[in-house]
């Protein structure tokens, strides 16, 4: 079975400290993986997504960045973080079966940025 | 512009119905989804429409209307575990999701 890790859990970073979280996807190969955000009553924004290895579409220009060295593997990052980065941070996954799709969210990375 | 519509909060009572509502404007349609989400919590599957019509499964069902860009979740026979967001999402030209700020949904004993 198909299962997505995502870490941390919560992270306290200063402004203008640099970030990393990991996203690693397990029982499947070549998936289509995301990095959303999601602020506090808002719906969810979509920052990043990945297609293949090194292949990084970005929706919303920012200070963050995204990278996915290997094909299960997808990394958000930033140099500089700003008090704005602050949120719940989530990877997904999906595929496709005929006309069904599924979109498989992580567990979640709430960043509070002070 | 794009744009998903859900009410911000909604209160049922234990055992009773819900019905959900979200209306959809966007550039293209590829599929209507719903999503529950417990606070802190990552949000987890509950329904993909892509045609017409509705779909049942268990306690819940999904409805889509696509010439209305409608879509409404329905939750039966209610439980407290059901206090909730229910986040309504829509695959559009692109193939990108589009997502609704999501329904709050309080259920009362």
Redesign the interface.
């Known amino acids: 079975s198909q299962t997505i890790h995502q870490w941390p859990a919560t992270l306290v970073q200063p402004v203008g400290s640099p970030l990393s979280l990991e996203c690693t996807v397990e029982g499947t190969s070549n998936p289509n993986l995301y990095w959303y955000r999601q602020a506090a009553g808002r719906g969810l924004q979509l920052l990043f997504y990945s297609v293949g290895i090194g292949q990084i579409s970005s929706e919303v220009p920012q200070n963050l960045s995204a990278s996915r060295p290997q094909d299960r593997q997808f990394i958000l990052s930033s140099k500089k973080l700003l008090l704005s980065d602050s949120g719940f941070y989530l990877c997904a996954w999906s595929f496709r079966t005929g006309r069904n799709e599924k979109l498989f969210f992580g567990s979640g990375t709430q960043l509070s940025v002070l | 512009g794009q744009n998903?519509d859900q009410p911000t909060e909604m209160t049922a009572t234990e055992g009773a119905i819900v019905q959900i509502n979200c209306t959809y404007q966007t550039s293209g349609f590829n599929?209507l989804?719903w999503y529950q989400q417990h606070a802190?919590?990552?949000?987890?599957?509950l329904s993909?429409n892509?045609?017409d019509g509705l779909e049942e499964k268990g306690r819940f069902s999904s409805f889509l209307s696509r010439s209305k860009g409608y879509s409404y979740l329905l939750l039966k026979e209610l439980q407290m575990k059901d206090s909730a967001s229910y986040?309504c999402?829509v695959?559009g030209s692109n193939y990108?999701?589009i997502?609704?700020?999501?329904t709050k949904l309080i259920i009362k004993p």
Request: proline letters at 5%; glycine letters at 20%.
């Open positions: 998903i599929g989804f802190g919590e990552a949000p987890t599957f993909y892509v045609l986040l999402a695959k990108q999701l997502w609704g700020a999501g």
